[in-house]
């Protein structure tokens, strides 16, 4: 089994800085891939940023040049720069022993997930 928990979330002004970390635990072959996910009120959860067995990165096009994924040992990281009001939801740790190249920014590739941290970019 994996646990995630995810810390760092708060409230910002427009253009303001947070950063996101990840604390993972249990088996480490079943968190090769990890991501970032967010979902704001009414909308579906949707893929940020993800880092792959490999350490590639990959990011949505809405956060690149902002955002920067990153992982250390035991911790996942997202460096959050020049946020939008369009940034504000609920962001997600997501991990799991592989995940396929069309499914990397999807949710349904992970099958492990923590319970989330709010993140309100105000304008």
């Known amino acids: 089994q994996v646990q995630l928990v995810e810390s760092g979330g708060g409230s910002v002004q427009a253009g303001g800085s947070l950063r996101l970390s990840c604390a993972a635990s249990?088996?480490?072959?079943?968190?090769?891939?990890m991501g970032w996910f967010r979902q704001a009120p009414g909308k579906e959860r949707e893929g940020v940023a993800a880092?792959?067995?490999?350490?590639r990165t990959m990011y949505a096009d809405s956060v690149k040049g902002r955002f920067t994924i990153s992982k250390d040992k035991n911790m996942l990281y997202l460096q959050m720069d020049s946020l939008k009001p369009e940034d504000t939801g609920m962001y997600y740790c997501?991990?799991?022993?592989?995940?396929?190249?069309?499914?990397?920014?999807?949710?349904?590739?992970?099958?492990?997930w923590g319970q989330g941290t709010q993140v309100t970019v105000s304008s």
């Open positions: 997501a991990a799991d022993a592989w995940v396929g190249a069309t499914w990397i920014l999807r949710a349904v590739g992970y099958r492990y």
């Open positions: 880092v792959d067995g490999g350490d």
């Open positions: 249990g088996d480490t072959n079943r968190r090769t891939y």
